[in-house]
């Protein structure tokens, strides 16, 4: 069976330093993956989806970047955090083509910076 | 541009009871497929039940099920025998079902309050 993984599952980060959050997909070849965002309370922002590695497609221009250096990987980075980039961030995954076609979330980062 | 509209930012239900949600859509498309999910205070998301437009029959899983209206572009959730466990976020979702589509397209959420 499919399983995503996402790490760390908490982050507390000073203004200006640095972000990496991972996401790793088991069970399953070339997915269509997805980074979201979250603010408490709210609904779900897309930042980037990637439909193959090192295919990365932007939905909002921002202080983040997305790379996807395996099948089954997709990273959200940043090379200086600001206030604003606090919230929870949550990792999918679909098929990209055929069977199921609803997305598969991972348990989430929470992510606050002082 | 597809858009999802959920206008109950909050409800309530008595334990037992039975509440709907409600999700309208707005779509040139006709094909498609529409979600709603559940994202109790984990933040964990989990798919509640899926609904393929081109099926007239509406969706049913255990408790749940979906009130699928194409023409009115509306997919409302009901759920029967309320319990506490059900006490969540829910969010309606819609994918088109064109090849080369990878996104899916949120409604900002209905807040769901069991009470006991």
Redesign the interface.
Known sequence: SQTIHQWPATLVQPVGSPLSLECTVEGTSNPNLYWYRQAAGRGLQLLFYSVGIGQISSEVPQNLSASRPQDRQFILSSKKLLLSDSGFYLCAWSVSAGGLNEQFFGPGTRLTVL | AQTVTQSQPEMSVQEAETVTLSCTYDTSESDY?L?W?KQPP??????VI?Q?AYKQQNATENRFSVNFQKAAKSFSLKISDSQLGDAA?Y?C?Y?R?T?GT???I????T?LKVLA
Do not use: C, N, P, W
């Open positions: 497929y979600f999910y984990s933040r964990q998301m989990i798919l899926r393929e976020m969010f979702a994918r079902t090849s990878y996104k899916y949120f409604g900002t959420g807040r």
